[in-house]
Nanobody, 127 residues
Framework: QVRLVESGGGLVQAGGSLRLSCAASGRTFSNYAMGWFRQAPGKEREFVAGISWNADSTRYADHVKGRFTISRDNAKNTVYTVYLQMNSLKPDDTAVYHC?????????????????WGQGTQVTVSS
């Protein structure tokens, strides 16, 4: 059974930092791109960041470039982990952050290209 489980969300003041983690298990993800999306209340789920299967390529949404960094560890005890380091957080970053895995080895900004999803972790940034 494929599982993606996020952790690390919480409440932080504007300008602060959080590090999200996603543990993916249940299949081999070494050839999969991994990524993060977010969904704020009343808004569509949007792409935040993605990383290629071998970590040689990353992709970011314009509004997080320079503030967020995505990274990954492949297969420690059959668990693949992807991280999202978020710095200089803003109130507009408040959302539920979802981890995703896509069968394409390179990350896509298109939601339909991602096939496995986590339940999400809440990030709230206060002003």
């Amino acid at each position: 059974q494929v599982r993606l489980v996020e952790s690390g969300g919480g409440l932080v003041q504007a300008g602060g930092s959080l590090r999200l983690s996603c543990a993916a298990s249940g299949r081999t993800f070494s050839n999969y791109a991994m990524g993060w999306f977010r969904q704020a209340p009343g808004k569509e789920r949007e792409f935040v960041a993605g990383i290629s299967w071998n970590a040689d390529s990353t992709r970011y949404a314009d509004h997080v470039k320079g503030r967020f960094t995505i990274s990954r560890d492949n297969a420690k005890n059959t668990v693949y982990t992807v991280y999202l380091q978020m710095n200089s957080l803003k109130p507009d970053d408040t959302a539920v952050y979802h981890c995703a895995a896509g069968s394409n080895p390179y990350p896509s900004v298109t939601r339909g290209a991602w096939i496995y999803w986590g339940q999400g972790t809440q990030v709230t940034v206060s002003s």
